[in-house]
């Protein structure tokens, strides 16, 4: 590796100039920091970039932090940023954090320390008041509903989109409506919660807590989903069911309880996978993949001075007309 | 952030020594090299990660190669990569390289920059030879079957997989197998190829080339498959679909066009995802998960000194019985 010496002798310079230019001294010559900085390029046969770091002041890295990455919606996510990172010659430093606190304030002070340039959060536990205190050592942009915050934010609307599918199963007939969350109180469950009282409501339905399963998710919580459905007394005609392998997990195994789908119950998935195409199920595409790639953009142009301010981009879902409902 | 100037004045020493620190130069006293350090330690409210990284020489990053973070395959490795990472207190650097030779180079470069402590390779285009280049720069594990190399694996042998899958539906009476593979020239698929070949031979059953159907991945897949199935004149009896996914869209398109599993078509699919198990698919578990965690310990032990030299790592895998077969 080259050493400080090293370099100061390929610059014609002193090791102490080297020193203040690593350390962003403002008393250094302007042709001086020049024959610096190419010393350290001509020697990048062996530089350690973590000096490079410290002359550049940027480490073309951003962070992700995401609570789980073997997940259909978060890996989805994970795409549509990789693939612009790719693109932008940008690395991703990937915190998989398990919704744990401690975690998650990890990565923002990896921001706050200089080894990543900017971070999107794809879901958190920390409040948004902890969050934006971190705002003045890079920018960070959420997937999530947000307004009035110095964050960035790219989402698309979890409550419109439940509104919007209420009112779609509303106007074919089936007024007993229930619904899956995956966390209680997350951004986007809540909102969700909102949209399911208040357009039944409005429409003059009945909205019931005994039809929200929490908890449930992957292909594999759809026989637990069936369960649930079939135990109960008084079951609803239909379910948006927030995750489209857990619908296709509760598809196969209504078909194997006798269950006809839609006439016994109907189902509308969410994110638009792969599985809801070759099993033709009705879904929300909440393009998780553009939410990737767009936050992305958001936080690049963010590190090349192009935004002052935050950003906030909703993208608009669409509701994929199949066989399910 | 904390400049060389003040990291000086904490430590009660001029900034040439912090430079030196800073530079691993040997003519430093150890009580003057600890003070810095300590003095870098207290100021860590402000202190730039990659100045610490150029003293402790450590980044407590692992880099990751990935063609494609979306795909159930590299998820679950992912999904034991990054387990390990948060018990170890360590980040991941992910790179989604597409199996693009100079993205690959990228991040050997990172490990010869010291950017990354050391590298999990879970699939690569580049070639062994260029790979075994970056050995001094810090431990590589790869995630394939690898002998006599300079590089560190932990693998399930896909040949020995391929030809126990084989010898289970010779036993079963199925004797016309055909058999997908995504990549043509990838390691792992040249060792499938060489099992098939040599397995049938020895049964005294016939290998065909037009039984072999290349390039289809996920669920998607599975109604091309399902179509290119159909189309053959002489059909095989039995197919290992390499991804269970795969072999769930196959599965989902079979019933669709009137075919009887495993009466008309008997199926083996990979990697014992949870659709298997919904669907009630026979497969082989690759153990993707582990082989993960496995790889990111080996990584870890080598960079905490504990291996000298490569160290290669075969678990075995297991064939899951279920309703396909």
Tied chains: 1, 2.
């Excluded at 978060?74 to 606190?101: D, K, P, V």
């Excluded at 309880?257 to 638009?272: H, K, M, Q, S, T």
Aim: charged share 20%; proline share 3%.
């Amino acid at each position: 590796m080259a050493n400080i010496k090293q370099i100061a002798e390929a610059a014609g310079v002193s090791v102490a100039t080297v020193s203040r230019v690593l350390n962003h001294h403002p008393y250094v010559s302007e042709s001086k920091r020049r024959a610096v900085e190419e010393a350290i390029e001509r020697l990048q046969y062996s530089r350690n970039m973590n000096a490079v770091h410290l002359i550049k002041g940027i480490t073309q890295t951003i962070g992700v932090v995401l609570p789980q990455i073997n997940h259909p919606y978060f890996s989805q996510m994970i795409e549509g940023i990789a693939h612009r990172a790719l693109e932008c010659n940008y690395q991703l430093m990937l915190c998989q954090t398990n919704y744990n606190l401690d975690e998650e304030l990890k990565v923002l002070n990896m921001l706050r320390n200089k080894q990543i340039d900017g971070l999107i959060v794809c879901s958190r536990s920390i409040s948004l008041n902890q969050m934006e205190a971190y705002t003045p050592y890079g920018p960070i942009v959420l997937c999530e509903t947000l307004h009035n915050s110095t964050l960035s934010s790219v989402y698309l609307d979890h409550y419109t989109s439940f509104q919007k599918a209420i009112h779609y199963l509303w106007d074919k007939g089936y007024h007993d409506i229930g619904f899956t969350l995956y966390r209680h109180n997350s951004s986007n469950s809540l909102r969700r919660k909102q949209a399911y009282t208040d357009t039944l409501h409005a429409l003059g339905g009945q909205p019931r807590k005994e039809w929200i399963l929490m908890n449930q998710i992957g292909i594999g919580g759809g026989a637990n989903l069936a369960k649930w459905f079939l135990q109960m007394n008084e079951k609803p005609s239909a379910l948006l069911i927030t995750g489209d392998d857990l619908a296709a997990g509760f598809l196969i195994a209504a078909h194997q309880n006798g269950l006809r789908v839609p006439e016994d119950i109907a189902i509308i998935g969410f994110d638009n996978q792969p599985i809801a195409d070759v099993l033709n199920i009705t879904t929300i595409d909440t393009r998780l993949q553009e939410i990737g790639s767009r936050a992305f953009d958001i936080a690049y142009q963010q590190i090349n001075g192009e935004h002052e301010g935050p950003v906030t981009e909703e993208l608009s879902f669409r509701l994929i007309e199949r066989g399910t409902v």
